[in-house]
Protein backbone atom coordinates (compact mmCIF):
# COMPACT_ATOMS: atom_id res chain seq x y z
CA UNK A 1 0.00 0.00 0.00
CA UNK A 2 1.62 3.25 -0.94
CA UNK A 3 2.41 5.85 1.46
CA UNK A 4 0.30 8.62 -0.03
CA UNK A 5 -2.75 7.93 -2.41
CA UNK A 6 -2.55 8.31 -6.34
CA UNK A 7 -6.07 9.45 -6.78
CA UNK A 8 -6.68 13.25 -6.17
CA UNK A 9 -8.99 14.65 -3.45
CA UNK A 10 -11.95 17.04 -5.86
CA UNK A 11 -14.45 17.21 -3.03
CA UNK A 12 -12.69 19.38 -0.97
CA UNK A 13 -12.84 22.34 -3.70
CA UNK A 14 -16.45 21.10 -4.52
CA UNK A 15 -18.41 18.20 -3.37
CA UNK A 16 -20.21 15.98 -6.21
CA UNK A 17 -17.87 16.39 -9.11
CA UNK A 18 -19.74 17.14 -12.39
CA UNK A 19 -23.33 17.40 -10.75
CA UNK A 20 -22.22 19.18 -7.65
CA UNK A 21 -24.81 21.36 -5.76
CA UNK A 22 -21.86 23.56 -4.54
CA UNK A 23 -20.58 24.02 -7.37
CA UNK A 24 -23.61 25.57 -9.28
CA UNK A 25 -23.71 27.75 -5.87
CA UNK A 26 -20.26 29.50 -6.74
CA UNK A 27 -20.98 29.66 -10.48
CA UNK A 28 -24.09 31.87 -9.38
CA UNK A 29 -22.12 34.09 -7.36
CA UNK A 30 -19.64 34.20 -9.98
CA UNK A 31 -23.04 35.23 -12.38
CA UNK A 32 -23.93 37.85 -9.72
CA UNK A 33 -20.46 39.21 -9.46
CA UNK A 34 -20.15 39.18 -13.10
CA UNK A 35 -23.10 41.24 -13.14
CA UNK A 36 -22.12 43.69 -10.54
CA UNK A 37 -18.61 44.81 -12.33
CA UNK A 38 -20.16 45.10 -15.80
CA UNK A 39 -22.76 47.38 -13.93
CA UNK A 40 -19.91 49.11 -12.38
CA UNK A 41 -17.79 49.31 -15.68
CA UNK A 42 -21.14 50.53 -17.79
CA UNK A 43 -21.53 53.31 -15.18
CA UNK A 44 -17.75 54.35 -15.11
CA UNK A 45 -16.68 57.53 -16.19
CA UNK A 46 -13.64 58.57 -17.60
CA UNK A 47 -11.22 60.07 -14.81
CA UNK A 48 -9.93 64.00 -15.78
CA UNK A 49 -8.05 64.53 -12.94
CA UNK A 50 -5.70 62.17 -10.86
CA UNK A 51 -8.27 62.56 -7.56
CA UNK A 52 -10.80 60.82 -9.48
CA UNK A 53 -9.39 57.22 -8.82
CA UNK A 54 -12.33 55.97 -6.46
CA UNK A 55 -14.61 54.43 -8.70
CA UNK A 56 -11.22 52.46 -10.53
CA UNK A 57 -10.30 51.04 -7.35
CA UNK A 58 -13.49 49.19 -6.81
CA UNK A 59 -14.02 48.00 -9.81
CA UNK A 60 -10.47 46.48 -9.55
CA UNK A 61 -11.74 45.10 -6.12
CA UNK A 62 -14.26 43.34 -7.87
CA UNK A 63 -12.08 42.11 -10.77
CA UNK A 64 -9.73 40.85 -7.93
CA UNK A 65 -12.66 38.48 -6.79
CA UNK A 66 -14.36 37.52 -10.22
CA UNK A 67 -10.94 36.66 -11.78
CA UNK A 68 -10.13 33.97 -9.15
CA UNK A 69 -14.03 32.79 -9.37
CA UNK A 70 -13.75 32.39 -13.27
CA UNK A 71 -9.93 30.41 -12.61
CA UNK A 72 -11.63 28.51 -9.75
CA UNK A 73 -14.45 27.14 -12.32
CA UNK A 74 -11.98 26.74 -15.06
CA UNK A 75 -10.09 24.63 -13.31
CA UNK A 76 -12.17 22.34 -11.72
CA UNK A 77 -13.78 21.63 -14.99
CA UNK A 78 -10.65 20.80 -16.47
CA UNK A 79 -9.84 18.46 -13.64
CA UNK A 80 -13.12 16.76 -14.45
CA UNK A 81 -12.72 16.07 -17.98
CA UNK A 82 -8.91 15.05 -17.43
CA UNK A 83 -9.76 11.99 -14.88
CA UNK A 84 -12.47 10.69 -17.12
CA UNK A 85 -13.10 11.83 -20.73
CA UNK A 86 -16.46 9.90 -20.83
CA UNK A 87 -18.08 12.28 -18.31
CA UNK A 88 -20.53 13.99 -20.76
CA UNK A 89 -22.09 16.34 -17.80
CA UNK A 90 -18.08 17.52 -16.89
CA UNK A 91 -17.97 18.46 -21.21
CA UNK A 92 -21.20 20.45 -20.37
CA UNK A 93 -19.64 22.44 -17.79
CA UNK A 94 -16.71 22.86 -19.97
CA UNK A 95 -18.81 24.32 -22.56
CA UNK A 96 -20.66 26.70 -19.73
CA UNK A 97 -17.55 27.98 -18.57
CA UNK A 98 -16.59 29.09 -22.02
CA UNK A 99 -19.81 31.11 -22.26
CA UNK A 100 -19.15 32.84 -18.81
CA UNK A 101 -15.04 33.14 -20.16
CA UNK A 102 -16.76 35.16 -23.00
CA UNK A 103 -19.25 37.24 -21.15
CA UNK A 104 -16.43 37.51 -18.77
CA UNK A 105 -14.27 39.15 -21.87
CA UNK A 106 -16.43 41.69 -22.90
CA UNK A 107 -16.69 43.35 -20.16
CA UNK A 108 -12.69 43.37 -19.77
CA UNK A 109 -12.91 45.14 -23.31
CA UNK A 110 -15.89 47.70 -22.21
CA UNK A 111 -13.38 48.82 -19.34
CA UNK A 112 -10.12 48.58 -21.79
CA UNK A 113 -12.12 50.79 -24.06
CA UNK A 114 -12.60 53.01 -21.14
CA UNK A 115 -8.76 52.94 -20.26
CA UNK A 116 -7.97 54.42 -23.78
CA UNK A 117 -10.34 57.79 -22.98
CA UNK A 118 -7.66 58.43 -20.36
CA UNK A 119 -6.03 61.35 -21.45
CA UNK A 120 -1.78 59.38 -21.54
CA UNK A 121 -0.72 62.21 -18.94
CA UNK A 122 -3.13 62.07 -16.79
CA UNK A 123 -2.90 58.08 -17.35
CA UNK A 124 0.38 57.59 -15.99
CA UNK A 125 -0.51 60.02 -13.03
CA UNK A 126 -3.29 57.88 -11.81
CA UNK A 127 -0.53 54.65 -12.22
CA UNK A 128 2.08 56.18 -9.56
CA UNK A 129 -1.17 56.54 -6.88
CA UNK A 130 -0.33 53.65 -4.28
CA UNK A 131 -3.34 51.98 -5.05
CA UNK A 132 -2.94 51.50 -8.64
CA UNK A 133 0.91 50.94 -8.37
CA UNK A 134 1.37 46.99 -7.81
CA UNK A 135 -0.69 46.29 -10.87
CA UNK A 136 0.57 48.98 -13.05
CA UNK A 137 2.11 47.34 -15.40
CA UNK A 138 -1.03 44.98 -16.06
CA UNK A 139 -3.26 48.07 -16.53
CA UNK A 140 -0.78 49.44 -18.92
CA UNK A 141 -0.50 46.29 -20.59
CA UNK A 142 -4.21 45.98 -21.51
CA UNK A 143 -3.93 49.59 -22.32
CA UNK A 144 -1.38 49.37 -24.59
CA UNK A 145 -3.05 46.34 -26.16
CA UNK A 146 -6.50 47.66 -26.54
CA UNK A 147 -4.81 50.35 -28.70
CA UNK A 148 -4.11 47.74 -31.38
CA UNK A 149 -7.22 45.75 -31.34
CA UNK A 150 -10.79 46.89 -33.00
CA UNK A 151 -13.79 48.53 -31.70
CA UNK A 152 -15.86 47.77 -28.62
CA UNK A 153 -18.62 46.43 -30.35
CA UNK A 154 -16.93 44.20 -32.82
CA UNK A 155 -14.34 43.12 -30.02
CA UNK A 156 -17.35 41.66 -27.93
CA UNK A 157 -18.55 40.31 -31.22
CA UNK A 158 -15.49 38.04 -31.69
CA UNK A 159 -15.88 37.24 -28.01
CA UNK A 160 -19.12 35.88 -28.24
CA UNK A 161 -19.17 33.93 -31.35
CA UNK A 162 -15.80 32.19 -29.95
CA UNK A 163 -17.77 29.89 -27.21
CA UNK A 164 -19.73 28.35 -30.57
CA UNK A 165 -17.01 28.54 -33.47
CA UNK A 166 -13.39 28.96 -32.14
CA UNK A 167 -13.81 27.40 -28.28
CA UNK A 168 -16.05 24.76 -29.73
CA UNK A 169 -13.73 23.21 -32.11
CA UNK A 170 -11.08 22.95 -28.98
CA UNK A 171 -14.25 20.64 -27.51
CA UNK A 172 -14.45 18.78 -30.84
CA UNK A 173 -11.21 17.49 -30.98
CA UNK A 174 -11.07 16.69 -27.21
CA UNK A 175 -14.56 14.60 -28.18
CA UNK A 176 -13.09 12.51 -30.82
CA UNK A 177 -9.78 11.65 -28.64
CA UNK A 178 -11.98 10.22 -26.01
CA UNK A 179 -13.67 7.82 -28.47
CA UNK A 180 -10.27 6.55 -29.35
CA UNK A 181 -8.53 3.89 -28.37
CA UNK A 182 -6.65 0.72 -29.26
CA UNK A 183 -6.51 -2.78 -28.56
CA UNK A 184 -2.87 -4.07 -27.49
CA UNK A 185 -2.04 -7.66 -25.76
CA UNK A 186 0.56 -7.74 -22.63
CA UNK A 187 1.46 -11.02 -20.76
CA UNK A 188 -0.95 -12.98 -22.83
CA UNK A 189 -3.63 -10.94 -21.75
CA UNK A 190 -5.59 -8.19 -24.43
CA UNK A 191 -6.20 -5.05 -23.76
CA UNK A 192 -8.20 -2.19 -24.80
CA UNK A 193 -6.14 1.24 -23.88
CA UNK A 194 -6.65 4.75 -24.48
CA UNK A 195 -4.56 6.99 -26.33
CA UNK A 196 -2.74 8.13 -23.19
CA UNK A 197 -2.51 4.96 -21.81
CA UNK A 198 -0.76 3.69 -25.43
CA UNK A 199 0.95 6.60 -25.37
CA UNK A 200 3.17 5.67 -22.00
CA UNK A 201 3.82 2.27 -24.01
CA UNK A 202 6.16 3.75 -26.37
CA UNK A 203 8.92 3.71 -23.39
CA UNK A 204 8.73 -0.03 -23.18
CA UNK A 205 12.47 -1.44 -24.12
CA UNK A 206 10.84 -4.08 -26.21
CA UNK A 207 11.22 -2.99 -29.50
CA UNK A 208 9.00 -5.11 -31.64
CA UNK A 209 5.49 -4.31 -28.69
CA UNK A 210 6.63 -0.62 -28.92
CA UNK A 211 6.59 -0.84 -33.25
CA UNK A 212 3.25 -2.78 -33.09
CA UNK A 213 2.02 -0.01 -30.56
CA UNK A 214 3.23 2.47 -32.32
CA UNK A 215 1.67 1.26 -35.44
CA UNK A 216 -1.71 1.02 -33.93
CA UNK A 217 -1.52 4.59 -32.50
CA UNK A 218 -0.80 5.92 -35.78
CA UNK A 219 -3.20 4.37 -37.80
CA UNK A 220 -5.84 5.74 -35.03
CA UNK A 221 -4.94 8.89 -35.85
CA UNK A 222 -4.58 8.74 -39.54
CA UNK A 223 -8.23 6.93 -39.26
CA UNK A 224 -9.67 10.46 -37.21
CA UNK A 225 -7.54 12.54 -39.81
CA UNK A 226 -10.49 14.12 -41.72
CA UNK A 227 -12.03 15.52 -38.44
CA UNK A 228 -8.80 16.69 -36.87
CA UNK A 229 -7.97 18.19 -40.17
CA UNK A 230 -11.59 20.37 -39.80
CA UNK A 231 -10.79 20.93 -36.27
CA UNK A 232 -7.25 22.72 -36.80
CA UNK A 233 -8.13 24.43 -39.91
CA UNK A 234 -11.22 25.86 -38.31
CA UNK A 235 -9.38 26.71 -35.24
CA UNK A 236 -6.64 28.44 -37.14
CA UNK A 237 -9.29 30.02 -39.69
CA UNK A 238 -10.86 32.19 -36.57
CA UNK A 239 -7.45 32.99 -35.51
CA UNK A 240 -6.16 34.44 -38.78
CA UNK A 241 -10.36 36.01 -39.35
CA UNK A 242 -9.76 37.70 -36.61
CA UNK A 243 -6.06 38.70 -36.59
CA UNK A 244 -7.09 40.25 -40.19
CA UNK A 245 -9.58 42.17 -39.31
CA UNK A 246 -7.64 44.03 -36.55
CA UNK A 247 -4.57 44.41 -39.13
CA UNK A 248 -2.13 42.08 -37.81
CA UNK A 249 0.02 40.31 -40.74
CA UNK A 250 2.24 38.03 -38.27
CA UNK A 251 0.82 35.08 -36.57
CA UNK A 252 3.32 35.48 -34.08
CA UNK A 253 2.14 38.52 -32.54
CA UNK A 254 -0.57 37.23 -30.50
CA UNK A 255 1.75 34.58 -28.80
CA UNK A 256 4.57 37.08 -28.27
CA UNK A 257 2.67 39.50 -26.34
CA UNK A 258 0.63 36.53 -24.80
CA UNK A 259 4.01 35.34 -23.39
CA UNK A 260 5.61 39.13 -22.67
CA UNK A 261 8.30 38.45 -25.04
CA UNK A 262 9.78 39.79 -28.10
CA UNK A 263 10.75 38.54 -31.54
CA UNK A 264 13.77 39.51 -31.18
CA UNK A 265 14.67 37.28 -28.04
CA UNK A 266 12.57 34.21 -30.23
CA UNK A 267 15.22 34.65 -33.23
CA UNK A 268 17.74 34.41 -30.72
CA UNK A 269 16.90 31.58 -28.90
CA UNK A 270 16.13 29.47 -31.99
CA UNK A 271 19.39 30.76 -33.56
CA UNK A 272 21.60 29.50 -30.73
CA UNK A 273 19.19 26.19 -30.62
CA UNK A 274 20.43 25.88 -34.57
CA UNK A 275 24.11 27.13 -33.84
CA UNK A 276 24.56 24.26 -30.91
CA UNK A 277 22.51 21.27 -32.46
CA UNK A 278 25.38 19.20 -33.92
CA UNK A 279 25.97 17.01 -30.63
CA UNK A 280 22.75 16.35 -30.21
CA UNK A 281 22.84 14.75 -33.64
CA UNK A 282 26.15 12.71 -32.47
CA UNK A 283 23.79 11.65 -29.91
CA UNK A 284 21.19 10.17 -31.34
CA UNK A 285 23.53 8.60 -33.65
CA UNK A 286 24.86 6.80 -30.91
CA UNK A 287 21.73 5.71 -29.68
CA UNK A 288 21.27 4.26 -32.85
CA UNK A 289 24.54 2.48 -32.54
CA UNK A 290 23.58 0.75 -29.10
CA UNK A 291 20.10 0.00 -29.98
CA UNK A 292 21.89 -1.59 -32.88
CA UNK A 293 20.28 -0.20 -35.82
CA UNK A 294 21.48 2.00 -38.54
CA UNK A 295 19.38 4.82 -37.72
CA UNK A 296 16.57 5.44 -35.37
CA UNK A 297 12.69 5.31 -36.23
CA UNK A 298 10.42 7.57 -34.67
CA UNK A 299 9.14 5.45 -32.01
CA UNK A 300 12.86 4.49 -31.30
CA UNK A 301 13.81 7.90 -30.21
CA UNK A 302 12.28 7.76 -26.48
CA UNK A 303 12.94 4.46 -26.14
CA UNK A 304 15.14 2.71 -22.90
CA UNK A 305 18.45 1.52 -23.48
CA UNK A 306 18.41 -1.26 -22.13
CA UNK A 307 15.84 -4.39 -22.19
CA UNK A 308 15.74 -4.22 -17.91
CA UNK A 309 14.24 -1.15 -17.19
CA UNK A 310 13.64 -0.09 -13.66
CA UNK A 311 10.45 0.17 -12.29
CA UNK A 312 9.92 2.80 -9.30
CA UNK A 313 7.11 2.63 -6.65
CA UNK A 314 5.08 6.22 -6.26
CA UNK A 315 6.85 6.47 -2.67
CA UNK A 316 10.08 5.75 -4.10
CA UNK A 317 9.53 8.54 -6.21
CA UNK A 318 7.80 10.90 -3.46
CA UNK A 319 10.61 10.04 -1.19
CA UNK A 320 13.64 11.10 -3.86
CA UNK A 321 11.89 14.47 -4.92
CA UNK A 322 10.75 15.57 -1.55
CA UNK A 323 15.05 14.99 -0.49
CA UNK A 324 15.95 16.49 -3.77
CA UNK A 325 13.75 19.73 -3.21
CA UNK A 326 14.85 20.10 -0.05
CA UNK A 327 18.69 20.48 -0.62
CA UNK A 328 17.74 23.66 -2.85
CA UNK A 329 14.47 24.86 -1.11
CA UNK A 330 12.79 23.76 1.90
CA UNK A 331 9.65 25.52 1.14
CA UNK A 332 9.28 24.09 -1.80
CA UNK A 333 9.91 20.63 -0.28
CA UNK A 334 7.39 21.51 3.05
CA UNK A 335 4.46 22.17 0.03
CA UNK A 336 5.46 19.05 -2.10
CA UNK A 337 4.65 16.76 0.96
CA UNK A 338 1.80 19.28 1.69
CA UNK A 339 0.45 18.47 -1.87
CA UNK A 340 1.20 14.55 -1.42
CA UNK A 341 -0.61 14.49 1.96
CA UNK A 342 -3.91 16.59 1.07
CA UNK A 343 -3.94 14.68 -2.31
CA UNK A 344 -3.92 16.80 -4.75
CA UNK A 345 -1.95 14.86 -6.99
CA UNK A 346 -4.39 12.19 -9.53
CA UNK A 347 -1.75 9.67 -10.71
CA UNK A 348 -3.34 6.34 -11.09
CA UNK A 349 -2.90 4.34 -14.29
CA UNK A 350 -6.19 3.27 -15.57
CA UNK A 351 -8.39 3.96 -18.50
CA UNK A 352 -10.55 6.90 -19.19
CA UNK A 353 -8.31 9.30 -18.44
CA UNK A 354 -6.72 12.52 -21.06
CA UNK A 355 -3.36 11.67 -21.76
CA UNK A 356 -0.42 14.43 -20.99
CA UNK A 357 -0.28 15.94 -17.92
CA UNK A 358 -0.91 19.06 -16.07
CA UNK A 359 -1.35 21.69 -12.76
CA UNK A 360 -3.99 23.82 -12.51
CA UNK A 361 -4.78 26.35 -9.94
CA UNK A 362 -7.60 27.13 -7.90
CA UNK A 363 -6.74 30.60 -6.64
CA UNK A 364 -9.41 30.99 -4.63
CA UNK A 365 -9.41 28.42 -2.50
CA UNK A 366 -5.52 28.58 -2.96
CA UNK A 367 -4.86 24.94 -3.85
CA UNK A 368 -3.49 23.32 -7.03
CA UNK A 369 -4.30 20.18 -8.57
CA UNK A 370 -1.79 17.87 -10.57
CA UNK A 371 -2.84 15.32 -13.24
CA UNK A 372 -0.56 12.80 -14.29
CA UNK A 373 -0.08 8.64 -14.91
CA UNK A 374 2.00 7.48 -13.28
CA UNK A 375 3.73 4.10 -14.40
CA UNK A 376 7.23 3.73 -12.52
CA UNK A 377 9.71 5.07 -15.36
CA UNK A 378 12.19 7.74 -14.72
CA UNK A 379 10.49 9.88 -16.69
CA UNK A 380 6.73 9.61 -14.66
CA UNK A 381 9.10 11.00 -11.81
CA UNK A 382 10.41 14.11 -13.64
CA UNK A 383 6.53 14.95 -14.74
CA UNK A 384 5.99 14.53 -11.47
CA UNK A 385 8.96 17.04 -10.43
CA UNK A 386 7.86 19.35 -13.13
CA UNK A 387 4.63 19.50 -12.21
CA UNK A 388 4.86 20.10 -8.79
CA UNK A 389 7.12 23.11 -9.69
CA UNK A 390 4.16 24.36 -11.45
CA UNK A 391 2.43 24.22 -8.18
CA UNK A 392 4.84 25.75 -5.83
CA UNK A 393 5.16 28.48 -8.45
CA UNK A 394 1.36 29.39 -7.75
CA UNK A 395 1.52 29.18 -4.16
CA UNK A 396 4.27 31.58 -4.28
CA UNK A 397 1.81 33.70 -6.07
CA UNK A 398 -0.85 32.94 -3.79
CA UNK A 399 -1.06 36.13 -1.30
CA UNK A 400 0.02 38.54 -4.91
CA UNK A 401 -3.15 40.19 -6.69
CA UNK A 402 -5.30 38.42 -9.12
CA UNK A 403 -4.15 40.56 -12.17
CA UNK A 404 -0.90 39.94 -10.88
CA UNK A 405 -1.10 36.11 -11.09
CA UNK A 406 -1.94 35.60 -14.78
CA UNK A 407 1.64 35.06 -15.92
CA UNK A 408 2.73 33.64 -18.86
CA UNK A 409 3.61 30.18 -20.04
CA UNK A 410 7.31 30.63 -20.83
CA UNK A 411 7.83 31.90 -16.82
CA UNK A 412 5.34 29.04 -16.03
CA UNK A 413 7.50 26.62 -17.85
CA UNK A 414 10.59 27.64 -16.04
CA UNK A 415 9.43 27.10 -12.31
CA UNK A 416 8.36 23.24 -13.84
CA UNK A 417 11.68 23.06 -15.68
CA UNK A 418 13.79 24.07 -12.84
CA UNK A 419 12.36 21.41 -10.26
CA UNK A 420 12.69 18.64 -13.30
CA UNK A 421 16.56 19.89 -13.49
CA UNK A 422 16.79 19.21 -9.80
CA UNK A 423 15.69 15.93 -9.61
CA UNK A 424 17.09 14.50 -12.67
CA UNK A 425 20.46 16.09 -12.30
CA UNK A 426 20.08 14.56 -8.10
CA UNK A 427 19.35 11.07 -10.04
CA UNK A 428 22.67 10.82 -12.25
CA UNK A 429 24.97 11.86 -9.65
CA UNK A 430 23.25 9.09 -7.25
CA UNK A 431 23.75 6.64 -9.84
CA UNK A 432 25.42 3.74 -8.36
CA UNK A 433 26.77 1.67 -11.22
CA UNK A 434 27.75 2.78 -14.77
CA UNK A 435 24.77 1.35 -16.45
CA UNK A 436 22.31 3.07 -14.27
CA UNK A 437 24.06 6.27 -14.66
CA UNK A 438 23.59 6.16 -18.45
CA UNK A 439 20.71 5.70 -18.51
CA UNK A 440 19.33 8.77 -16.20
CA UNK A 441 21.71 10.26 -17.96
CA UNK A 442 20.52 9.77 -21.18
CA UNK A 443 16.80 10.28 -20.07
CA UNK A 444 18.09 14.15 -19.22
CA UNK A 445 19.57 14.29 -22.95
CA UNK A 446 15.91 13.32 -24.28
CA UNK A 447 15.08 16.15 -22.40
CA UNK A 448 16.76 18.28 -24.60
CA UNK A 449 16.11 16.27 -27.58
CA UNK A 450 12.38 17.22 -26.98
CA UNK A 451 12.89 20.99 -27.01
CA UNK A 452 15.96 21.57 -29.00
CA UNK A 453 14.11 19.01 -31.89
CA UNK A 454 10.48 18.13 -30.99
CA UNK A 455 9.36 21.32 -30.01
CA UNK A 456 11.59 22.87 -32.99
CA UNK A 457 9.67 20.90 -35.10
CA UNK A 458 6.45 22.29 -33.94
CA UNK A 459 6.93 25.81 -34.03
CA UNK A 460 8.40 25.22 -37.46
CA UNK A 461 5.51 22.92 -38.56
CA UNK A 462 2.72 25.40 -36.94
CA UNK A 463 4.89 29.17 -38.71
CA UNK A 464 4.66 26.83 -41.95
CA UNK A 465 1.00 25.68 -41.45
CA UNK A 466 -0.23 29.58 -40.82
CA UNK A 467 1.12 30.89 -43.84
CA UNK A 468 -0.32 28.34 -46.16
CA UNK A 469 -3.71 28.51 -44.11
CA UNK A 470 -4.04 32.94 -44.78
CA UNK A 471 -4.59 30.80 -49.13
CA UNK A 472 -7.35 28.54 -47.00
CA UNK A 473 -7.70 25.59 -45.63
CA UNK A 474 -4.69 23.15 -45.87
CA UNK A 475 -5.22 19.46 -46.97
CA UNK A 476 -4.48 16.26 -44.33
CA UNK A 477 -1.96 15.36 -47.52
CA UNK A 478 -0.13 18.78 -47.02
CA UNK A 479 -0.38 18.84 -43.06
CA UNK A 480 1.38 15.38 -42.87
CA UNK A 481 3.94 16.56 -45.46
CA UNK A 482 4.38 19.93 -43.59
CA UNK A 483 4.94 17.96 -40.44
CA UNK A 484 6.99 15.36 -42.02
CA UNK A 485 9.58 18.13 -43.39
CA UNK A 486 8.94 19.66 -39.75
CA UNK A 487 10.43 16.61 -38.39
CA UNK A 488 13.15 15.99 -40.70
CA UNK A 489 14.99 19.68 -40.68
CA UNK A 490 14.44 20.03 -36.69
CA UNK A 491 16.15 16.60 -36.03
CA UNK A 492 18.54 16.93 -38.74
CA UNK A 493 17.65 14.64 -41.17
CA UNK A 494 19.07 11.96 -38.50
CA UNK A 495 15.85 9.50 -37.98
CA UNK A 496 14.82 6.40 -40.56
CA UNK A 497 10.59 7.74 -40.41
CA UNK A 498 8.56 10.00 -38.95
CA UNK A 499 5.25 11.07 -38.06
CA UNK A 500 3.01 12.24 -40.48
CA UNK A 501 -0.20 12.10 -38.25
CA UNK A 502 1.91 14.26 -35.22
CA UNK A 503 -0.15 17.32 -36.16
CA UNK A 504 -3.37 15.38 -35.15
CA UNK A 505 -1.59 13.89 -32.16
CA UNK A 506 -0.24 16.99 -30.51
CA UNK A 507 -3.46 18.42 -28.43
CA UNK A 508 -1.56 21.80 -28.35
CA UNK A 509 -2.14 22.55 -31.84
CA UNK A 510 -6.00 22.31 -31.23
CA UNK A 511 -6.06 24.14 -27.97
CA UNK A 512 -7.66 27.75 -27.71
CA UNK A 513 -5.86 29.56 -24.62
CA UNK A 514 -2.49 29.85 -26.08
CA UNK A 515 -1.75 30.00 -30.04
CA UNK A 516 2.02 28.60 -30.89
CA UNK A 517 2.11 26.63 -27.60
CA UNK A 518 5.14 25.23 -28.13
CA UNK A 519 8.11 27.75 -28.01
CA UNK A 520 7.66 28.81 -24.48
CA UNK A 521 8.21 24.64 -23.46
CA UNK A 522 11.88 25.72 -25.01
CA UNK A 523 12.29 28.87 -23.60
CA UNK A 524 11.04 28.16 -20.00
CA UNK A 525 13.71 25.03 -20.46
CA UNK A 526 16.90 27.26 -21.09
CA UNK A 527 15.72 30.14 -18.79
CA UNK A 528 15.85 27.77 -16.09
CA UNK A 529 19.34 26.31 -16.95
CA UNK A 530 20.48 29.84 -16.14
CA UNK A 531 18.54 30.12 -13.15
CA UNK A 532 19.89 26.25 -11.78
CA UNK A 533 23.53 27.48 -12.67
CA UNK A 534 22.76 30.67 -10.20
CA UNK A 535 21.63 27.86 -7.69
CA UNK A 536 24.24 25.72 -8.06
CA UNK A 537 26.71 28.95 -7.46
CA UNK A 538 24.76 30.41 -4.33
CA UNK A 539 25.91 29.92 -1.06
CA UNK A 540 23.21 30.70 0.63
CA UNK A 541 19.80 33.12 0.16
CA UNK A 542 18.87 31.00 -3.28
CA UNK A 543 15.51 30.66 -1.92
CA UNK A 544 14.44 33.70 -1.16
CA UNK A 545 15.99 34.99 -4.49
CA UNK A 546 14.13 32.53 -6.67
CA UNK A 547 10.83 33.20 -4.79
CA UNK A 548 11.46 36.91 -5.67
CA UNK A 549 11.59 35.77 -9.50
CA UNK A 550 8.73 33.88 -9.29
CA UNK A 551 6.73 36.47 -7.91
CA UNK A 552 7.78 39.15 -10.32
CA UNK A 553 6.43 36.77 -13.40
CA UNK A 554 3.42 38.14 -13.42
CA UNK A 555 4.03 41.66 -13.66
CA UNK A 556 7.03 42.69 -16.27
CA UNK A 557 8.18 41.47 -19.38
CA UNK A 558 10.60 37.94 -19.79
CA UNK A 559 13.91 40.63 -20.76
CA UNK A 560 12.67 42.79 -17.90
CA UNK A 561 12.30 39.99 -15.70
CA UNK A 562 15.99 38.19 -17.10
CA UNK A 563 17.90 41.71 -16.36
CA UNK A 564 16.55 42.42 -12.56
CA UNK A 565 17.06 39.09 -11.36
CA UNK A 566 19.68 36.98 -13.62
CA UNK A 567 21.11 40.45 -15.03
CA UNK A 568 21.12 39.11 -18.83
CA UNK A 569 19.85 40.34 -21.93
CA UNK A 570 18.12 38.25 -23.57
CA UNK A 571 17.65 39.41 -26.80
CA UNK A 572 21.17 38.72 -27.42
CA UNK A 573 22.63 35.34 -27.97
CA UNK A 574 25.33 34.83 -25.52
CA UNK A 575 22.77 33.64 -22.68
CA UNK A 576 20.88 31.44 -24.56
CA UNK A 577 24.24 30.05 -26.06
CA UNK A 578 25.34 29.68 -22.58
CA UNK A 579 22.15 27.65 -21.67
CA UNK A 580 22.73 24.86 -25.16
CA UNK A 581 26.22 24.62 -23.51
CA UNK A 582 25.04 23.70 -20.45
CA UNK A 583 22.90 20.70 -22.07
CA UNK A 584 26.16 19.82 -24.30
CA UNK A 585 27.83 18.87 -21.46
CA UNK A 586 25.81 15.57 -20.91
CA UNK A 587 25.72 14.79 -24.09
CA UNK A 588 29.55 14.68 -24.07
CA UNK A 589 29.68 12.72 -20.72
CA UNK A 590 27.09 10.42 -22.36
CA UNK A 591 28.88 10.12 -25.17
CA UNK A 592 32.47 9.33 -23.43
CA UNK A 593 30.36 6.85 -20.93
CA UNK A 594 29.15 4.65 -23.97
CA UNK A 595 32.03 4.98 -26.28
CA UNK A 596 33.61 1.53 -25.39
CA UNK A 597 29.99 0.03 -26.13
CA UNK A 598 30.36 0.85 -29.70
CA UNK A 599 33.81 0.74 -29.88
Known amino acids: MNQYETTWDLDSIFKGGSKSEELKA ?10 ELAKQVDAYEVPTAPKQSEELIFILSLLEATTKQLREIGAFASCLTAQDMSDNEAKILVGKRGELGAAYASILVKLDQKFLQVDDALWTELLEQPAFQPVAFVLDERRANAKEKLPLEQEILINDLSVNGYVAWNQMYSSIVAKMSIEHTENGEKKKLSMGQASNRLSTPDRDARKEVFGKISQAWEAESDLFGETLNNLAGFRLQTYKHRNWDNPL ?8 MSEKTLDAMWGAIAKGKAPFVSYLQRKAQLLGLEKLEWHDVNAPLTKSVQKVSYDEATAFILEQFGKFSPQMAEFSKKAFEKRWIEAEDRAGKRPGG ?16 FSGSATNISTLAHELGHAYHQH ?3 DTEALNQKYAMNVAETASTFAEMVVSDAAVKNAAAKEEKIALLEDKIKRSIAFFMNIHSRFLFETRFYEERKNGAVSVERLNQLAVESQQEAYGGELATYNPTFWASTLHFHMTGVPFYNFPYTFGYLFSQGIYAKALEAEGGFEESYNALLRDTGCMTVEQLAQKHLGVDLEQAGFWEDAVALCVKDVQEFLELTEVAVG
Not at 253 to 260: S, T
Not at 358 to 373: A, E, G, L, N, V
Open 26 to 35: YMATFESDMQ
Open 253 to 260: KEPLEINR
Open 358 to 373: FCTSFPDSKQTRIFMT
Open 396 to 398: VMN
